[in-house]
């Protein structure tokens, strides 16, 4: 196993961004007055004159960086997931994924851990607005290794993306050596058969640790990262819910229209399960440290085998 990274994905998303830019002169970045804090500003650094600042103005950001991809360069999009979410939807929907238009958005300080910051820049929306939307590719990576590798795939991608990235520092939990990250597919990171456990983005190292401290008491939990949430992985879900029997969902969003829903949408469809979601549950956050609002909001480890203990006691 390779040497643990902390890092937050927006970091290591600015990195992968210069990265690819050195053999990719069609990428472009814009930004709207946060570049330090996406960490557009390495790029910025970097490429000053692929770099553009279009202030608060996330409406209009999103219109210019569809005009560049309608020029056949490969614009990324970076703001806040509230604002680039929020306030820029019309023009997402109508500019970029109407036209199906080469752009990659990506939204920074999404969820709870934005901390301190509050509800008002606390996006637990994000993935639902996102995931609603035709033709929009949604991803929302777990780790330093993954972020990296998500970035690759969607600036290779033809089609407009939407990037979720995070403000806290997590633990990288894969192995640069032997990871591979594919478009559209889920990865099984533990084996199981006692209940199958579906985590998204910062919470699935959490859950991660949950399942391996359950495997010390006898309890087999199948652990499975939903990196891409559009286009889902059914066929992993199917099979989850065909050899475990029940679900568990865990992610750091609203369980209104996120990843539990998405899920709950194969099963009932595929192979009906009780599913079990582990998220905010339709609520705004509030100010606070952000490892603190996590335990609050309950989606830390030991709240995590927590819920897992008494599904698999249901059974």
Request: net charge negative; with cysteine.
């Amino acid at each position: 196993m390779a040497q643990t990274v902390l890092k937050a994905t927006r970091e290591s998303f600015g990195e992968a961004l210069c990265e690819l830019a050195k053999d990719n002169k069609d990428i472009v970045v814009f930004d709207a007055d946060l570049a330090a804090a996406t960490k557009t500003g390495v790029f910025k650094k970097a490429y000053p004159d692929r770099f553009f600042d279009c202030g608060i103005a996330e409406g209009n950001m999103m219109g210019v960086a569809a005009g560049m991809a309608a020029a056949g360069k490969i614009p990324v999009a970076a703001s806040f997931a509230m604002f680039a979410t929020g306030r820029a939807f019309e023009q997402i929907r109508n500019s970029i994924a109407y036209p199906r238009l080469n752009v990659k958005i990506a939204g920074s300080h999404a969820g709870i851990s934005t901390g301190e910051d509050g509800a008002t820049h606390q996006c637990i929306e994000d993935i639902a607005i996102m995931r609603a939307i035709p033709n929009m590719v949604v991803l929302n990576p777990a780790d330093h290794w993954e972020m990296k590798a998500a970035t690759k795939a969607a600036i290779e991608y033809d089609g407009p993306v939407y990037i979720r990235l995070g403000r806290l520092a997590i633990d990288s939990f894969n192995d640069p050596e032997t990871y591979s990250f594919e478009l559209g597919k889920g990865i099984t990171l533990h084996e199981g058969n006692d209940v199958a456990v579906i985590a998204t983005g910062l919470v699935v190292n959490e859950a991660r640790k949950a399942v391996q401290e359950l495997e010390a008491e006898g309890i087999s939990a199948r652990l499975i990262n939903i990196h891409t949430i559009k286009p889902i992985d059914r066929d992993i879900i199917i099979k989850a819910a065909k050899e475990t029997g029940r679900i568990i969902t865990v992610e750091e969003h609203n369980v209104v229209g996120g990843l539990a829903d998405a899920v709950c949408e194969v099963v009932t469809a595929e192979c009906p399960v009780k599913v079990t979601r582990i998220g905010v549950q339709d609520e705004f956050g509030h100010s606070g440290p952000a490892w603190e609002l996590l335990d609050e909001f309950k989606l830390t480890q030991p709240h995590i085998a927590n819920v897992i203990r008494e599904v698999v006691k249901e059974k």
